[in-house]
């Protein structure tokens, strides 16, 4: 039994060409809308079993309003976002908003039916793939810059850390001394616990480490008075 849906999307040769898709297939299209913010008002004017809506950039803020006012509006109408692959936060944000499957723009007309079935019957409709690459992502979030820059400079103590400027300034052994105040072989040390604390071989890797991850930014100056 087809669906009676709509098609809405802020591309209109994009809604248009899904929507005469999906005819061929048998569902009953009742629009094919654009842009997304207006066609919430038609779609809960019309009153679909499925609403298809395109987004182009899922975690960006006001993205999914049009959901949160179908389906505040019109609860018994099931929304899927067609969109790009999303960050664990478009995602959340989708269902969130009250969307019930989320399917990528790239999916094949298959795929977007399934979709349309199982949102229709009340199942969560979303790609096992792209739950398990969100969870993946949630239980082991990439370490930005500043977070990395913050996670290393707790390692180092407040001379470590002086020594870590200077010697991203390119200052070598007998430079760090005298500039310290300290015998050169204290400084030797000093440098290699800096090497061993960071994880790296060489000063010109501690030094590129230390200003790809903002850590030189933390350290509140080159620490000379």
Do not use: W
Request: glycine content about 10%.
């Amino acid at each position: 039994m087809g669906v009676r849906l709509m098609v809405v999307d802020d591309h209109r040769l994009l809604a248009e060409a899904l929507a005469s898709a999906l005819k061929l297939r048998g569902h009953r299209v009742l629009a094919a809308a654009a842009p997304v913010a207006g066609a919430a008002e038609l779609v809960v004017q019309r009153a679909p079993e499925v609403c298809l809506l395109g987004t182009a950039a899922p975690a960006e803020p006001g993205a999914f309003d049009p959901v949160v006012r179908i389906k505040r509006e019109r609860p018994q109408v099931a929304v899927v976002v067609l969109g790009p692959v999303p960050s664990p936060r478009g995602i959340a944000a989708a269902f969130a908003a009250g969307a019930s499957g989320y399917v990528r723009h790239d999916e094949r007309i298959e795929g977007v039916e399934r979709a349309m079935v199982k949102a229709r019957a009340g199942e969560a409709a979303v790609a096992p793939q792209l739950l398990q690459g969100a969870f993946d992502e949630l239980l082991n979030p990439p370490v930005q810059p500043d977070d990395e820059g913050r996670r290393l400079l707790r390692m180092l103590t407040p001379r470590e850390a002086e020594v870590l400027v200077r010697v991203a300034e390119g200052e070598g052994t007998r430079g760090i001394a005298a500039g310290m105040g300290i015998a050169p072989s204290t400084a030797r040390t000093h440098v290699q616990r800096v090497l061993m604390k960071l994880g790296v071989g060489s000063r010109l890797e501690a030094a590129a480490l230390a200003a790809r991850t903002g850590l030189l930014d933390r350290t509140g100056g080159p620490g000379r008075r």
